[in-house]
């Protein structure tokens, strides 16, 4: 009888007294929304599993929020964006998303997301460890000294050339912007096919502008307007419609693969599927210059959104998972996206990689001249306004200038209630 009193109270005790006991037991569940498919959507898969084998109090649930209408939404990236903003007002937002460097500031200034300094102690990042990521990637994770993102797939831009092209035509690897427009008329000249196809996109005009020391916004103000803009998308609108060596297209990759184009910009994120689809002699060199060196990054980094102090532990818990070396160095070699660390790119994994993937190297070293698009608010919406002008003047519904002021004009109007 005695022992059935003492059960009964051992047992009272744990369930009401102590319900931290009970509490303690259960998992904690999270959601991981991003924009990857195909094998990267793999790769994140496949290490989400690796986690939670560590980590068996955490459940995390990846979510690919992928466009289901591109006309509509745009890319996958735009439709995650849209699919955050929604969470947001719903007040159900991811415990942890993807998101680019504007969007990260927007979500700052709502008190969106949580700091890397919000976690202290023995859950906190060493300096020696943030030092291990490049500066580029370290810097536009930060504001005010402050890391709010973790680098996650980044990638920058390259030139891409068809040697066989080039030598056919005895045509140099270009140094210059001018190179470039050269030799994209010898081969298309030679070959009767375009020396060069390109997205007539924001991204498209940054690369000559900054290489020119230009600017998108400055002081809170549309610039992409003045003489250096203006000759930037003079630049490429000469290429098809005056000297009809270049294609404005969005599937420049795809002419690329067909022997259509002899060159093509695209991210170091092309580079593992190039070398699996091409099949002809090809090569990777930074992007030309202009008055300096400048090339512009690209991908995401991850954020935290939960308010739940639990959830949020849990989040972090897993975006420090996927920044360790080991698994920094998985997801490259999986996804094709840069190492965001010194230790990951100089490991002896990477390097053996490296040996196969040669380009990835031409991206490594672009990262010493790595430069961020605006990390403003509102550059979502003017990254659309600069789009349609670069649609515009190379289709010749307007002249360079009259679509950059356009665009500028419908900027500056939004920068006007922004900060």
């Given at each position: 009888m005695i022992k059935k009193i003492s059960a009964f109270l051992l047992c009272f005790v744990l369930f009401t007294v102590i319900p931290n006991f009970v509490w303690a037991a259960e998992k904690v569940s999270i959601e991981m929304w991003h924009?990857?498919?195909?094998?990267?959507?793999?790769?994140i898969?496949?290490?989400?599993?690796?986690?939670?084998?560590?980590?068996?109090?955490?459940?995390?649930?990846?979510?690919?929020?992928?466009?289901?209408?591109?006309?509509?939404?745009?890319?996958?990236?735009?439709?995650?964006?849209?699919?955050?903003?929604?969470?947001?007002?719903?007040?159900?937002?991811p415990d942890v998303a993807q998101v680019y460097e504007n969007w990260t500031t927007q979500f700052v200034e709502i008190n969106a997301i949580t700091p890397f300094s919000h976690f202290d102690g023995s859950e906190a990042?060493?300096?020696?460890?943030?030092?291990?990521?490049?500066?580029?990637f370290r810097n536009a994770s930060s504001y005010d000294g402050v890391m709010w993102t973790m680098p996650f797939n980044k990638s920058i831009y390259v030139l891409y050339y068809n040697k066989d092209l080039l030598d056919k035509s005895g045509v140099k690897?270009?140094?210059?912007?001018?190179?470039?427009?050269?030799?994209?008329?010898?081969?298309?000249?030679?070959?009767?096919?375009?020396?060069?196809?390109?997205?007539?996109?924001?991204?498209?005009?940054?690369?000559?502008?900054?290489?020119?020391?230009?600017?998108?916004?400055?002081?809170?103000?549309?610039?992409?307007?003045?003489?250096?803009?203006?000759?930037?998308?003079?630049?490429?609108?000469a290429l098809v419609n005056h000297d009809k060596a270049g294609e404005a297209t969005f599937n420049s990759y795809q002419e690329f693969l067909k022997g259509n184009a002899a060159f093509i910009i695209e991210t170091t994120s092309r580079i593992g599927?190039?070398?699996n689809e091409c099949k002809f002699n090809y090569g990777i060199t930074l992007l030309p210059t202009g008055?300096?060196?400048?090339?512009?990054?690209?991908?995401?980094?991850?954020?935290?959104?939960?308010?739940?102090?639990?959830?949020?532990?849990?989040?972090?818990?897993?975006?420090?998972?996927?920044?360790?070396?080991?698994?920094?160095?998985?997801?490259?070699?999986?996804?094709?996206?840069?190492?965001?660390r010194y230790s990951a790119y100089n490991s002896p994994e990477y390097q053996k990689f490296l040996a196969s993937y040669p380009g990835y190297k031409v991206g490594i070293a672009a990262l010493n001249y790595g430069i961020t698009q605006p990390r403003i608010s509102a550059w979502e919406s003017i990254r659309g306004f600069v789009?349609?002008?670069?649609?515009?003047?190379?289709?010749?519904?307007?002249?360079?200038?009259?679509?950059?002021n356009k665009a500028a004009d419908y900027s500056n109007g939004l920068l006007k209630g922004f900060k």
């Open positions: 924009a990857m498919k195909y094998e990267k959507k793999d790769a898969d496949e290490l989400v599993k690796k986690f939670m084998k560590e980590n068996p109090d955490i459940s995390v649930t990846p979510k690919a929020m992928l466009s289901p209408d591109v006309r509509l939404y745009g890319n996958d990236y735009s439709f995650l964006y849209r699919k955050i903003i929604q969470g947001l007002a719903e007040n159900n937002p990042m060493s300096k020696k460890e943030l030092d291990d990521f490049f500066p580029i690897i270009p140094k210059t912007w001018d190179d470039l427009k050269s030799a994209a008329i010898k081969i298309s000249e030679d070959s009767d096919i375009y020396g060069i196809a390109f997205s007539p996109t924001v991204d498209l005009l940054g690369h000559i502008i900054y290489s020119n020391k230009g600017w998108f916004i400055s002081d809170n103000k549309a610039v992409f307007n003045d003489d250096i803009g203006v000759a930037s998308l003079n630049y490429w609108n599927s190039l070398k008055r300096s060196q400048a090339y512009q990054c690209a991908g995401t980094n991850l954020a935290i959104f939960s308010k739940d102090e639990a959830k949020k532990l849990a989040a972090w818990k897993l975006i420090k998972f996927f920044a360790r070396k080991e698994n920094n160095i998985e997801l490259s070699i999986k996804t094709g996206y840069l190492p965001t789009n349609d002008a670069v649609f515009d003047a190379i289709s010749g519904n307007l002249d360079s200038k009259d679509a950059l």
